[in-house]
């Protein structure tokens, strides 16, 4: 439908004009299901990956047998930065993010009436609110499709059909909702989640006295990393204004904040000039899907940097690993210490995040609970912690 919705942490970076021009095309069954077939297969409930399925690869690295991206070299690299101990259980947990098949962790605070906080680009479904109607209508393109859309909505539907699809749209835009209507939070998540410190010694080099673009910066954990490798300016580009604003107030009291740019941007459309930056980043941002990257997002990071220069992805999703392969990226995965975990600044703070983010992750708020620690092993989040980048030489 032309409406590819966030999931885990990946972002709904625009809600583009074809989405409404399809919704007045749509039926009403189809407008209370209006995520999209790839947000359908990530938010179905699949049964566990069972680890019987698979076999010992090269260097003792056990490789799942269903999916066929774990042929891809990316992978194998990835799986042998793991410690010996934790590879199979790494397997495991990444065989179910490559395919899509992990299954939401997080609880879900956010009803219809929150999808107002977006700007006119945004989603409908049956019975939102008035105000949420009125913008949807308002951008779809001519008389008769708005009276197609509004005749579709007054029509009935079961209410155990209608709660449903809700909830599975609530849930494909937790992220994007979470980023506008509770970036402090998100903020406290992502404080925890500290990058292998190598990916930005790597990068230094690179980085050092140069013009760098920041893509999808968030609240400026890669645009303050970049800085310190000496970069000597970023442009700091974010769609979200509660994210852009908590970049802004870090970089008021950061002594390297005056050489920081934030602006607000998406992907598809970066407010910089052709060739203007060296380096063109993105860290868990960047994705293979059109709204959170894509060839047209891939398109724009060759335009804005110049001739000879670097586009850099930092911790990307295992299932885009053919795709960037086949674009041309190169793959580093630094080894992984048997200790590497998210650390919170206080019990209180870990716990906060983990009621939110990891409500579904029994096993999080248990081991919080009976440890009364801020720091959680990777171990126990899923399996992919931020130890990996690919990178692409820019040629015009």
Not at 296 to 314: D, K, M, S, Y
Request: charge should be positive; proline fraction near 8%.
């Amino acid at each position: 439908m032309g409406c590819l919705l966030s999931y885990e942490r990946e972002r709904l970076t625009a809600l583009e004009w074809p989405c409404f021009r399809a919704i007045a095309r749509c039926s009403l069954h189809i407008l209370c299901l209006i995520y999209s077939r790839v947000a359908a297969a990530h938010l179905a409930r699949r049964m566990p990956y069972d680890s019987r399925e698979g076999r010992t690869g090269e260097g003792g690295v056990f490789m799942p047998a269903q999916h066929p991206d774990w042929q891809h070299p990316w992978l194998r690299a990835k799986l042998r930065a793991f410690p010996p101990a934790l590879r199979p259980q790494a397997a495991q947990a990444l065989a179910c993010q490559a395919a899509g098949d992990a299954a939401p962790t997080f609880e879900n605070p956010f009803t219809l009436a929150d999808l107002t906080v977006f700007d006119d680009e945004t989603a409908a479904l049956h019975r939102a609110p008035e105000e949420l109607v009125r913008r949807v209508a308002a951008c779809l393109p001519n008389r008769a499709a708005r009276w197609r859309f509004t005749s579709k909505l007054r029509a009935p539907i079961a209410e155990h059909a209608m709660t449903a699809a809700q909830s599975r749209l609530l849930d494909a835009l937790f992220w994007e909702l979470t980023y506008w209507k509770t970036p402090k939070l998100y903020d406290d998540l992502i404080e925890g989640e500290q990058l292998h410190p190598g990916i930005f010694q790597r990068l230094a080099p690179a980085l050092h006295d140069t013009t760098v673009l920041d893509a999808g910066a968030g609240s400026g954990r890669a645009t303050l990393a970049c800085m310190r490798a000496g970069a000597s300016r970023v442009y700091a580009v974010e769609p979200s204004p509660g994210l852009l604003r908590l970049l802004c107030r870090t970089l008021e009291v950061d002594p390297l904040g005056a050489r920081v740019t934030p602006l607000r941007g998406r992907f598809a459309a970066l407010p910089l000039a052709d060739d203007s930056v060296q380096v063109a980043l993105s860290c868990s941002a960047f994705t293979a899907a059109p709204e959170q990257g894509g060839e047209r997002g891939l398109a724009e990071l060759r335009r804005v940097t110049q001739p000879g220069g670097l586009i850099v992805i930092i911790w990307p999703r295992p299932r885009d690993f053919t795709w960037l392969a086949a674009a041309g990226f190169r793959y580093v995965a630094l080894p992984i210490p048997p200790e590497m975990c998210v650390r919170y600044r206080s019990h209180a703070s870990a716990l906060r995040v983990a009621r939110r983010f990891y409500a579904c992750n029994a096993a999080v708020l248990r081991y919080l609970r009976q440890q009364r620690t801020c720091e959680v092993p990777y171990t126990l989040l899923g399996g992919n912690p931020p130890h990996d980048y690919c990178w692409l030489r820019t040629e015009k």
